[in-house]
């Protein structure tokens, strides 16, 4: 059985062929209603997004766009983005995203660098902002606002409203529109996708549809997720990640495009707790920093449990962790851990799901940074199944993945056929309505049976990213760096817009991709992840120290939110690290400790020996070269508002080795 998004050439194509099958199905949610924020869930349909994208398409057109333009979109995630996105490409246009959080410069740099000829904004203050950028790009002709416009401050101004009128009256740009969407092929440009620029100025990645539907196929390319589509279950899930980055676009937008799922759009990153709660989504895609998060908040209320409360939580993630162990090695799972699993799920692991509104996840799903092992393997140990995958911008996402698939077929028997639909029925099914799989016997009995026959086979490792996609390449270089090829991957040809110089720096002499990342290949061929080939630290003794790790440890405690490690050619290794201050500030209080602002506390001798502790765990993992010998407390947090955060939340350490040159210098006075 063949699915959409292997017989279409384009996303654009796979989008309309998956409308005309749905229909009035819902496709998308979100608490907007006709552009203008609201307080309620407002769902569209597949029928309502295909005549928005129609008429916004044929809009574009009589406003003058023609093949091969390039469009901007300026917002932040709306179900308009996504419309917006659809349209550009069903006229033959190229989308051009960019973040909603870029500076007038940054703006002003990717509109001049593509030549965009119109830009798609969000909101007021985001067309306000592209109108006052537009004298310095000149080639840029009009600017459509997602919002309501009543009075437009300048003429090239124009709303989505307008836009979908013009597109209805002009019968000539309709027809053109669908003219143009069923003449596009798998090599037509799709987007490009500007890097978040951690080290210069940004390179905007050029994509074709067929980059995006091999990444598809890849994704989706497994003996479960066929199976789930065989039998027409799609996920509801919670998009918060930005469109505007490749890792959100291809996982909330394209699969869910292609499993016919239901798309609900967080009204904000910080509000993702809330809407959680509200939509127990069935998948969640998302960055390390946000499960972080769920693990901190666990770990804060468990340790003021006591008494047996505390016993019977600590027995659960034991017994989970114990699965843990077996599913990484592929063994078989003893009857009595079976059973004490199965109790472990009522009597542990539902409260805390429940609690963070994951009661109905099946599938979750961690990219875009490295993840703790320790941190995937708490939400497995909770019967989630969290799930890596590795990639960049010019590798269209993913080019290895941690999928739940087996790493041999099943035998072609009725009993492995049917154990495979129990696990659905079981961990998809019943999970999926929140239903917990352990409280029933028939539950109980499939699930026994597939955990002897099915789970054995499915081999899931913490820590790594997972295996080479499908029809991908990956070879290690000498020095370490991860070298890789496949459809997915940007074209030669095309490369970074208007850089052919950056792009044959970026390739191979034989064509391999260099993706500027350090790993390494267990037994199994599963890609663990080191470090960035350009933040390798190398201390004044020679010491080669990968500074990911050792962040990663340090950010494992729930008092520590974020950290920077400093080294290279230094005679040992610092960092600078900034606490969570809701729990250090709930730590002074009970220690009786006053203070008059955060730069205060930060100063204070109990606090400053409290991390002393916390550094001093952190340097067991470590080997002696890579432990932390001094470290200073920020009191604020690195943010992409105050320049130390790239738009994905990656640390720009050039900036932080700047900004806080003299705090580094501190760390390294005797």
Same mark, same amino acid.
């Given at each position: 059985?063949?699915?959409?998004?292997?017989?279409?050439?384009?996303?654009?194509?796979?989008?309309?062929?998956?409308?005309?099958?749905?229909?009035?199905?819902?496709?998308?949610?979100?608490?907007?209603?006709?552009?203008?924020?609201?307080?309620?869930?407002?769902?569209?349909?597949?029928?309502?997004?295909?005549?928005?994208?129609?008429?916004?398409?044929?809009?574009?057109?009589?406003?003058?766009?023609?093949?091969?333009?390039?469009?901007?979109?300026?917002?932040?995630?709306?179900?308009?983005?996504?419309?917006?996105?659809?349209?550009?490409?069903?006229?033959?246009?190229?989308?051009?995203?960019?973040?909603?959080?870029?500076?007038?410069?940054?703006?002003?740099?990717?509109?001049? *660098?593509?030549?965009?000829?119109?830009?798609?904004?969000?909101?007021?203050?985001?067309?306000?902002?592209?109108?006052?950028?537009?004298?310095?790009?000149?080639?840029? +002709?009009?600017?459509?606002?997602?919002?309501?416009?009543?009075?437009?401050?300048?003429?090239?101004?124009?709303?989505? *409203?307008?836009?979908?009128?013009?597109?209805?009256?002009?019968?000539?740009?309709?027809?053109?529109?669908?003219?143009?969407?069923?003449?596009?092929?798998?090599?037509?440009?799709?987007?490009?996708?500007?890097?978040?620029?951690?080290?210069?100025?940004?390179?905007?990645?050029?994509?074709?549809?067929?980059?995006? #539907?091999?990444?598809?196929?890849?994704?989706?390319?497994?003996?479960?997720?066929?199976?789930?589509?065989?039998?027409?279950?799609?996920?509801?899930?919670?998009?918060?990640?930005?469109?505007?980055?490749?890792?959100?676009?291809?996982?909330?937008?394209?699969?869910?495009?292609?499993?016919?799922?239901?798309?609900?759009?967080?009204?904000?990153?910080? $509000?993702?707790?809330?809407?959680?709660?509200?939509?127990?989504?069935? #998948?969640?895609?998302?960055?390390?920093?946000?499960?972080? $998060?769920?693990? +901190?908040?666990?770990?804060?209320?468990?340790?003021?449990?006591?008494?047996?409360?505390?016993?019977?939580?600590?027995?659960?993630?034991?017994?989970?962790?114990?699965?843990?162990?077996?599913?990484?090695?592929?063994?078989?799972?003893?009857?009595?851990?079976?059973?004490?699993?199965?109790?472990?799920?009522?009597?542990?692991?539902?409260?805390?799901?429940?609690?963070?509104?994951?009661?109905?996840?099946?599938?979750?799903?961690?990219?875009?940074?490295?993840?703790?092992?320790?941190?995937?393997?708490?939400?497995?140990?909770?019967?989630?199944?969290?799930?890596?995958?590795?990639?960049?911008?010019?590798?269209?996402?993913?080019?290895?993945?941690?999928?739940?698939?087996?790493?041999?077929?099943?035998?072609?028997?009725?009993?492995?056929?049917?154990?495979?639909?129990?696990?659905?029925?079981?961990?998809?099914?019943?999970?999926?309505?929140?239903?917990?799989?352990?409280?029933?016997?028939?539950?109980?009995?499939?699930?026994?049976?597939?955990?002897?026959?099915?789970?054995?086979?499915?081999?899931?490792?913490?820590?790594?990213?997972?295996? !080479?996609?499908?029809?991908?390449?990956?070879?290690?270089? +000498?020095?370490?760096?991860?070298?890789?090829?496949?459809?997915?991957?940007?074209?030669?040809?095309?490369?970074?817009?208007?850089?052919?110089?950056?792009?044959?720096?970026?390739?191979?002499? *034989?064509?391999?991709?260099?993706?500027?990342?350090?790993?390494?290949?267990?037994?199994?061929?599963?890609?663990?992840?080191?470090?960035?080939?350009?933040?390798?630290?190398?201390?004044?003794?020679?010491?080669?120290?990968? !500074?990911?790790?050792?962040?990663?440890?340090?950010?494992?405690?729930?008092?520590?939110?974020?950290?920077?490690?400093?080294?290279?050619?230094?005679?040992?290794?610092?960092?600078?690290?900034?606490?969570?201050? +809701?729990?250090?500030?709930?730590?002074?209080?009970?220690?009786?400790?006053?203070?008059?602002?955060?730069?205060?506390?930060?100063?204070?001798?109990?606090?400053?020996?409290?991390?002393?502790? $916390?550094?001093?765990?952190?340097?067991?993992?470590?080997?002696?070269?890579?432990?932390?010998?001094?470290?200073?407390?920020?009191?604020?947090?690195?943010?992409?508002?105050?320049?130390?955060?790239?738009?994905?939340?990656?640390?720009?350490?050039?900036?932080?080795?700047?900004?806080?040159?003299?705090?580094?210098?501190?760390?390294?006075?005797?």
């Amino acid at each position: 059985m063949s699915f959409a998004y292997q017989t279409e050439k384009t996303t654009c194509g796979l989008f309309f062929t998956q409308a005309a099958k749905y229909q009035d199905k819902p496709f998308i949610y979100a608490k907007f209603r006709r552009g203008v924020p609201c307080d309620e869930w407002v769902e569209m349909s597949w029928d309502d997004v295909a005549r928005e994208v129609r008429r916004v398409g044929a809009g574009l057109i009589d406003l003058g766009v023609k093949r091969g333009d390039r469009v901007a979109i300026f917002s932040h995630g709306r179900p308009r983005w996504i419309i917006a996105d659809l349209a550009i490409q069903g006229a033959a246009a190229i989308g051009v995203p960019i973040y909603p959080t870029s500076t007038d410069k940054q703006l002003a740099f990717i509109l001049n *660098d593509c030549k965009a000829k119109g830009i798609v904004t969000g909101d007021k203050q985001l067309t306000e902002q592209a109108l006052r950028v537009k004298a310095e790009a000149p080639s840029l +002709e009009f600017i459509a606002s997602m919002s309501p416009v009543d009075d437009p401050a300048d003429p090239c101004i124009i709303d989505f *409203d307008r836009i979908q009128d013009r597109g209805v009256k002009s019968q000539k740009a309709e027809d053109e529109f669908d003219k143009r969407r069923k003449s596009l092929t798998g090599e037509d440009v799709s987007a490009i996708i500007y890097t978040s620029g951690t080290t210069g100025e940004p390179k905007g990645a050029v994509l074709t549809h067929s980059n995006f #539907m091999a990444d598809l196929d890849m994704l989706l390319d497994t003996a479960l997720q066929r199976r789930l589509m065989e039998r027409g279950i799609g996920f509801s899930s919670l998009c918060h990640l930005p469109l505007c980055h490749i890792y959100g676009r291809t996982s909330d937008y394209h699969v869910q495009m292609a499993m016919g799922g239901r798309i609900y759009f967080a009204e904000s990153y910080q $509000k993702v707790p809330q809407n959680l709660l509200e939509v127990r989504p069935q #998948m969640l895609v998302t960055i390390p920093r946000l499960y972080e $998060k769920v693990f +901190e908040m666990v770990q804060v209320k468990t340790s003021k449990m006591k008494g047996i409360p505390k016993k019977i939580f600590d027995w659960g993630m034991s017994v989970g962790n114990q699965v843990v162990d077996y599913m990484s090695k592929g063994e078989k799972m003893p009857l009595l851990v079976s059973v004490q699993f199965a109790l472990a799920n009522v009597l542990v692991y539902n409260k805390v799901r429940k609690q963070a509104g994951l009661d109905r996840l099946v599938f979750a799903g961690s990219g875009g940074g490295a993840l703790s092992k320790g941190t995937n393997r708490f939400f497995r140990a909770m019967n989630i199944q969290l799930a890596e995958g590795y990639g960049l911008t010019e590798t269209t996402s993913a080019i290895t993945w941690n999928a739940t698939e087996f790493l041999e077929p099943l035998p072609d028997k009725w009993i492995y056929r049917k154990s495979l639909d129990w696990l659905i029925d079981t961990m998809v099914v019943m999970q999926g309505k929140g239903i917990n799989p352990f409280t029933s016997l028939i539950g109980f009995l499939k699930m026994s049976i597939v955990a002897q026959l099915i789970i054995p086979k499915l081999v899931l490792k913490p820590g790594t990213v997972g295996r !080479p996609c499908k029809d991908t390449v990956i070879k290690i270089a +000498e020095d370490g760096e991860i070298l890789a090829k496949g459809p997915q991957i940007f074209k030669r040809d095309l490369g970074y817009f208007n850089r052919p110089d950056l792009t044959d720096e970026v390739f191979t002499k *034989d064509g391999f991709f260099m993706t500027g990342d350090i790993g390494h290949f267990d037994k199994d061929g599963f890609v663990s992840i080191t470090d960035r080939k350009k933040e390798l630290i190398v201390t004044a003794g020679g010491k080669n120290v990968a !500074p990911h790790p050792i962040e990663l440890q340090l950010t494992f405690d729930p008092y520590i939110e974020q950290a920077c490690v400093i080294g290279d050619a230094r005679k040992y290794i610092s960092a600078l690290i900034i606490p969570q201050f +809701e729990l250090l500030e709930k730590w002074a209080k009970q220690k009786g400790i006053s203070y008059s602002s955060t730069d205060d506390l930060v100063r204070k001798p109990d606090v400053i020996k409290l991390f002393e502790e $916390k550094v001093a765990q952190a340097n067991k993992e470590l080997a002696k070269y890579e432990q932390v010998k001094k470290f200073c407390i920020l009191p604020y947090p690195f943010s992409e508002e105050t320049g130390e955060l790239t738009p994905t939340h990656k640390i720009k350490r050039r900036v932080i080795n700047q900004k806080f040159a003299q705090q580094i210098q501190s760390c390294y006075q005797d």
